[in-house]
């Protein structure tokens, strides 16, 4: 029998006392015989990875042994964390390249509170609406009209230099030498460079970067370099190298920042640019700084979850969250139809609210305080019906919750829209073009270090020039709508996807966790984290079964990415949930499409802290090749 730790005893004793302070706003309807005794899969397909030490999982096999390394070394949960984001950089550019953006939350212990670190890139100074309109460009998201400033690097070096106790020399070796001696491509990378053949051959850097000097295409498993960008590297190195005498470590890592967005790099990016009628200037870069933050957070049934602000849509999760907090989600059993249709119901209040108010908080004041409010999640409750699927889209009215904003002047979701005219999403399976990786990480002290990095891809951004680097096309998440909250503004933040999560109980970190998957990132941690909560004596302690299990996914919102598109009523669910679970749920109104086991796009990685042993338990989701490892 496994040790009834402290997060076993905890989410037991929750829910026999039934603990969350909220009534249903609706009584379940009858819930079927394998709905009382949920029934978990069996022998998960990846075995737990335990260690005393530390816990790291990422999406390549390169970047998790990086992360390793560094840890390994004697650096800390940041100094390795940076070696990921750079290693990642380099090999998974068909997930996240150096030119792209990363969203960070960092918890390091001895300041004892989670902090954000937004490198959201910004749009150019010269950018306007009205100019896109009347030249009938679009934010389409490959080429140059839907670029913004790179921001993951300056995010990574911030952390580096605030948290961080190595050298970027130290904490780049990897990344460098992958980049300037090569690396065995995998699969679905080479498979990215044949997929996306047409875009980079209208690019010549493109093609120096992507295909054999003869035009060839890579082969799984060949070596390839960029020389290029392992000179952008040396460069920093040689900058941090000089700086050091004077101003030590911190000074070095600022010197190595500041010559890629302020010296002879950013010169070189921003003449590539406005060479090809791009509307930067030097001072696109040089101003840019990734935000420091606090984030924002909920507690759900005695776990407090951290998110990133309102420039992402993580807070959709801690609104999710708080809807849910009024139902018995025990009681209803595992992935039964009640549980999975009260999930989807509640992600589309929150999906509602996440395309109506979230926006850049630097141009627009976003009514947070009212959207995280409990008594407004309790008055979204009380919308859900339990028998029957709802096919509108709208949003609630958070204003009266909130002290500090009172009126709105934006376009707000309100009714249903409409479905003919409209595209299904292109955001619903791991095909898609374009993706996203994820970073976890926590060391012997407890610090921890959780990202999500994605841009710069192979199937959109431009190679500038001769610095190696791949231009970030989140751009391609604004609206050219006025009336849009989140619209295309100069030096505005695109409403990112990209949403790393902290979650503590009893004022201890116990889960890092962040996943891939656009639109759908939110929900594949939601449904894991409930699997953590909720549904402990399935999974304990092998953390791969909670992500292994199967998932259902809602596509009732408009795409973050440009055009936009909807997916109103459709729901994609894993055929492992059970045929008499899906008959149920397509009872209830839901148009229900079936895909097989591992299809959900996404590919949750995480590491627990775990509160029972001290353990660091790591786990990587299947539906993906991402790797977890432990010491």
Known sequence: MKPAGPLIITVILALAAGTSCTTAPAP????????????????????PIIGRNAGVSAGHPLTTSAAMEILQQGGNAFDAGVAALLVGG?????????????????YPLIEGEVVSVTGQGWAPAAAS????????????????????????????LTVLERWGTMSFEEVAKRAIEYAEEGFPLRTRTADAIRR?????????????????????FYAAGETI???????????????????????????????????????????EMVAFLQNNDAPYTIEDFAEFFARIEAPVSVNYRGYDVYKQPFTSQGPMLLQTLNILEGFDLASMGHNSADYLHVIVEALKLAYADRDSYYADEDFVDVPGEGLMSKDYARQRAASIDMSRSSAD????????????VSTWPYWVAGSAEPVASLADTAQDHPESLKDTSHIAIIDSEGNVFDSTPSGGWIGGAVILGTSGIGMSVRGEQFWLDKTRAAQLRPWSRPRYTLTPSIVFKDGEPVLAIGTPGGD?????????????IEFSEGWYPNLHAAIEWPRVQTLHFYA???????????????????????????????????????????CATAVMLDPATGNRIAAADPRRDCYAAAY
Do not use: C
């Not at 920042?257 to 790099?265: L, N, Q």
């Not at 609630?396 to 500090?404: R, V, Y």
């Open 560 to 602: 973050s990415f440009w055009p936009h598109n909807t997916g109103f009523n459709r729901i994609n669910i894993e055929r492992n949930v059970g045929q008499e679970t899906i008959d149920a749920l397509r009872e209830r109104g839901h148009e229900v499409r079936v895909v097989p086991p591992f299809r959900i796009s996404g």
């Open 129 to 156: 609406i009205d100019d896109y309109l009347r030249d009938g460009r679009t934010l389409q998201g490959q080429g140059l009209d839907p670029s913004v400033v790179p921001g993951a690097l300056h995010a990574a």
């Open 393 to 404: 889209f709208v949003a609630g009215d958070p204003l009266p919750f909130d002290d500090d």
């Open 225 to 267: 370099r960029f020389p290029n960008m392992a000179r952008t590297f040396r460069r920093m190195v040689a900058a941090e190298r000089a700086a050091v005498r004077t101003g030590g470590r911190v000074g070095g890592i600022i010197a190595a920042r500041d010559r890629f967005y302020k010296g002879d790099i950013a010169e």
């Open 90 to 106: 380099v090999v998974e550019q068909d997930l996240y390249g150096i030119g792209g953006e990363a969203l960070i939350l960092v």
């Open 520 to 532: 759908n990132q939110e929900q594949t941690i939601l449904q894991t984290l409930l699997n953590v």
């Open 196 to 216: 996306d053949y047409e875009f980079i051959s209208k690019w010549p850097y493109n093609r120096l970067t992507w295909l054999k000097a003869d035009g060839s």
């Open 28 to 47: 379940p309807v009858a819930a079927s015989p394998a709905a009382t005794e949920p029934v978990f899969p069996e022998n998960p397909l990846r075995p």
